[in-house]
């Protein structure tokens, strides 16, 4: 071990870095595994990342990675820490949703996501906290508590994946799984100063993965750097039979592209996402990234994506009515939270009763909120006014996107119109939360691909981050743009003082 990671301690290291001094014998899977623990417990009362942690089960497969390691057999992610979001099922480890409804329920089945990690030696040390079903942007949703951002405790870190997001920038993992229904991989990462990707819709097989809107969730990494998403991508890609909506499209090397210039890359610059009411550092940073990005000899392109100011009520149509449906099957009677009746001895006086206590008791009020949207927008009377209307709108935003890149390679815009927020600021007022995800929303109702990355910091040290969007299934080039920048910049190297 060299003095540097020494000095820096363990839980510090990226997935590469951490790969090489596993292999060369310089440290253990356990050592790593004890480094990452006590980083936890020294932090994570601060931070609240976790909902579980998996201390019995990782230190089994810590030790079942050393042996392949020790045997020369060591896979990708032989011996590394890693975090799940707590809406991936783990077989035979609490998966809550980080709802009451779901707060004791134990899958009886793998996630193909995790399956994949661990095929490839991953070790999984916890679930980290989300808004409830992923509802939510700040993770102050969550049935259980808020998690904090490591820039600044007082704040919010992002949601959905507010958890993974700030375990990542906190040191507390190596890297982490999120989902991203709307921006839940993307914006915590950018206000947690880490990266994190969500690719194309069906790159990625969402089986296992508790549904919250089925067209729009998609699993994906939140890393410490590029590199270490890329490397997550090629792993947990691929197309699977159990989930009908992943595709049939083969699976490219994504480190493969990292290093490649961009040179002549046409990056477009849509003017519908520098609006009124962005903060001027957040545009200031973002700016000032395009114009590195230029200077490395990409090209920018003004475009116009003319439906853009219609997302956000497409969305929250959309993914609302997709909920109600979803959620309908927590009511009490296969598996988790059942409520009493007003008889202690009895469940309630009937079934519908039972029904009623139960999702009244076990969902949060930001759940029962977009089921009853849902469920309104899909009544009848409304269907075609409301949820019909919203399909057509997604078809034009996902047509605009198809226009600009006739003209473009990439489209380069802000991932977060603010930097994160204080705790509560926002919590009364749902309207003002919906839109902190305004400018990551679009990419989800037009399936494509899109990656965060640092791009600065405002005068508060609050974290600022970059989004690059790519055309369907290339997820190379917006990996190759991202890594060029952030081999040109340190911003991805500053870590929050906890």
């Not at 590029?226 to 997550?232: E, F, M, P, Q, R």
């Not at 910091?457 to 952030?486: C, M, R, W």
């Amino acid at each position: 071990m060299t003095r540097r990671e020494g000095k820096l301690g363990l839980y510090r290291l990226s997935i590469s870095e951490a790969r090489e001094l596993l292999d060369k014998r310089k440290i253990t899977a356990k050592e790593l595994l004890n480094a990452i623990y006590q980083r936890i417990a020294s932090v994570d009362s601060k931070v609240k990342a976790f909902v579980t942690l998996s201390k019995e089960q990782a230190y089994e497969m810590a030790d079942a990675s050393q042996k392949e390691i020790n045997a020369g057999r060591s896979s990708a992610l032989s011996g590394i820490p890693l975090a799940i979001k707590d809406n991936m099922c783990t077989k035979g480890i609490r998966t809550t949703c980080s709802s009451k409804i779901l707060a004791d329920f134990i899958p009886p089945y793998e996630s193909t996501v995790t399956s994949k990690l661990g095929e490839n030696g991953y070790i999984l040390i916890g679930k980290t906290n989300l808004d409830e079903f992923a509802m939510g942007s700040s993770t102050e949703n969550s049935g259980f508590f808020t998690t904090k951002n490591p820039w600044d405790i007082e704040r919010i870190p992002g949601g959905s994946s507010g958890g993974s997001a700030a375990a990542v920038a906190a040191d507390e993992c190596i890297a982490a799984l999120g989902s991203d229904t709307g921006g839940s991989i993307r914006q915590p990462a950018a206000l947690c100063g880490v990266v994190g990707l969500k690719p194309t819709y069906g790159r990625v097989s969402r089986y296992g993965l508790v549904a919250f809107a089925s067209s729009l969730d998609q699993i994906g990494p939140i890393t410490k750097n590029v590199k270490d998403s890329a490397i997550l991508l090629n792993i947990i890609s691929g197309n699977d039979s159990c989930d009908s909506t992943s595709a049939p499209i083969a699976v490219p090397d994504f480190t493969k592209v990292l290093g490649n210039e961009i040179k002549g890359l046409k990056i477009g610059i849509p003017r519908e996402y520098f609006i009124k009411g962005m903060g001027r550092e957040i545009e200031k940073s973002v700016k000032g990234a395009i114009k590195k990005l230029e200077s490395l000899g990409a090209i920018p392109v003004e475009i116009s994506l003319p439906h853009t100011e219609y997302a956000v009520a497409t969305y929250y149509v959309l993914a609302t009515s997709e909920a109600s449906s979803n959620l309908a099957r927590y009511d009490g009677v296969k598996y988790g939270f059942r409520a009493a009746g007003r008889d202690s001895q009895r469940e309630g006086k009937d079934l519908m009763e039972m029904y009623m206590n139960t999702r009244a008791q076990g969902f949060g009020a930001e759940v029962k909120r977009r089921i009853i949207l849902g469920t309104y927008t899909l009544s009848s009377g409304y269907y075609d006014a409301y949820y019909k209307k919203a399909q057509q709108v997604r078809t034009h935003i996902k047509r605009d996107f198809e226009e600009a890149f006739k003209a473009v390679d990439v489209i380069a815009t802000p991932t977060s119109p603010t930097p994160a927020f204080k705790i509560g600021e926002k919590a009364d007022d749902p309207l003002k939360m919906y839109l902190s995800d305004i400018f990551t929303i679009s990419v989800n109702l037009a399936g494509i691909p899109a990656i965060s990355i640092p791009c600065g910091f405002t005068s508060s040290n609050l974290p600022v981050g970059l989004q690059i969007i790519g055309k369907h299934f290339d997820e190379e080039t917006i990996l190759k743009a991202a890594y060029a920048y952030e081999q040109s910049t340190d911003w991805h190297k500053r870590k929050p003082n906890l």
